[in-house]
């Protein structure tokens, strides 16, 4: 049996979640949906993810810190930045704090997948994105 990778999702905007969840579902990762980052964080203290996915622009607690916390206490967790603000500066502050990559809304599901597929080769696991692509979802 395969290893199916965990991934928490976290964005502020309910829809985003209900897009992405079945979307990275078919390609076999266990998805973990989040709308308030006070609560991803207490289950990014409790349990190791593979990816994170994180919007970067939330009220209270955003993107930066949420990569801060998860890369100080599981370095091997690989973060996801997405953001409706397509701001330069902010995605090479990410980058810089360790974030894996860097995406910005508005994105298709595919557009992700391929992002977590990147991030699945590099933790040295694999994905299978094509039986997504030929399900044409």
Request: proline fraction near 4%.
């Amino acid at each position: 049996m395969e290893h199916k990778l965990e991934v928490l999702l976290l964005d502020d905007e309910t829809i985003v979640g209900k897009r992405l969840k079945p979307a990275l579902s078919k390609i076999g990762c266990n998805v973990e949906v989040f709308e308030d980052p006070r609560a991803a964080l207490d289950r990014i203290d409790q349990k190791e993810f593979d990816i994170v996915v994180t919007d970067i622009r939330m009220d209270e607690i955003d993107g930066l810190q949420v990569l801060e916390h998860v890369t100080k206490k599981s370095p091997r967790t690989k973060v996801i930045m997405i953001t409706g603000y397509a701001m330069m500066s902010l995605a090479r502050e990410a980058m810089d704090k360790g974030a894996f990559d860097f995406i910005a809304k508005p994105f298709q599901p595919n557009d992700l997948r391929k992002v977590i597929a990147d991030a699945a080769k590099s933790l040295g696991s694999t994905i299978n994105f094509d039986a997504a692509l030929i399900s044409g979802s």
